[in-house]
């Protein structure tokens, strides 16, 4: 089963709106992180925000927000004021259980989000 | 430099001919990460580092070889690779073992196997 699951392919926003990428997970952990990634057409993976499932309070970062909803299992990315840069891949990931100290991340499959002026 | 560097950006190979994929990250992290991601697929974790030391290795051929000479490098070495192992390897580093610790990503390698 698959444990990110984004079932926008692709979305199309106007400049200047605010724009919701969806993200459900899966997972039996009471403990984990949700990150948003991303990933523009230069390939590199960008960190946008992170959730811990303990944190009360929906995670922002300047005009990124994460609309956590635990018991629905779902973790959307809100961009506000939508720009023309913000068009790129976008990446859910899930962090569950350590190898050794180090992170094991999981991602779903993406959303293409394209913003038109 | 800062972040994560990866070097070559772009490499085009032939399936005998034998290359190194350079990983470098200047965050003082701990562990590294390759991983590979092929056309419409998510991204798969191939191997990870930590302390030097690898504690995963995800089910890859054995025609890709990672080393790991210290906490800030990290290699790939590739051989005999095959035409559907043409993708983007992505190298990335993480501090250390918090809820809330980040993974970094490099700008990746765009790999076309001939």
């Known amino acids: 089963a698959q444990k990110i699951t984004q079932t926008q392919p692709g979305m199309f926003v106007q400049e200047k709106e605010a724009v919701t990428l969806d993200c459900t997970y899966d997972?039996?952990?009471?403990?984990?992180?949700l990150f948003w990634y991303k990933q523009p057409s230069s390939g590199e993976m960008i960190f946008l925000i992170y959730?811990?499932?303990?944190?009360?309070q929906n995670a922002t970062e300047g005009r990124y927000s994460l609309n956590f909803q635990k018991a629905r299992k779902s973790a959307n990315l809100v961009i506000s004021a939508s720009q023309l840069g913000d068009s790129a891949m976008y990446f859910c990931?899930?962090?569950?259980?350590?190898?050794?100290?180090?992170?094991?991340?999981?991602f779903g499959q993406g959303t293409r989000l394209t913003i038109n002026p | 430099e800062t972040g994560v560097t990866q070097t070559p950006r772009h490499l085009v190979m032939g399936m005998t001919n034998k290359k190194s994929l350079k990983c470098e990250q200047h965050?003082?992290?701990?562990?590294m990460y390759w991983y590979k991601q092929s056309a419409k697929k998510p991204l798969e974790l191939m191997f990870v580092?930590?302390?030097?030391?690898?504690?995963e290795n995800n089910s890859v051929p054995s025609r890709f070889s990672p080393e790991c000479p210290n906490s800030s490098h990290l290699f790939l070495h590739l051989h005999t690779l095959q035409p559907e192992d043409s993708a983007l390897y992505l190298c990335?580093?993480?501090?250390?073992?918090?809820?809330?610790?980040?993974?970094?990503f490099g700008p990746g390698t765009r790999l076309l196997v001939l």
């Open positions: 959730q811990g499932s303990y944190d009360e």
């Open positions: 990931a899930m962090r569950e259980g350590l190898i050794q100290g180090a992170q094991k991340l999981v």
């Open positions: 965050l003082g992290h701990n562990a």
């Open positions: 580092y930590n302390f030097k030391e690898q504690t």
């Open positions: 997972t039996s952990d009471q403990s984990y992180g």
């Open positions: 990335a580093s993480s501090q250390g073992t918090g809820l809330q610790e980040t993974q970094y």
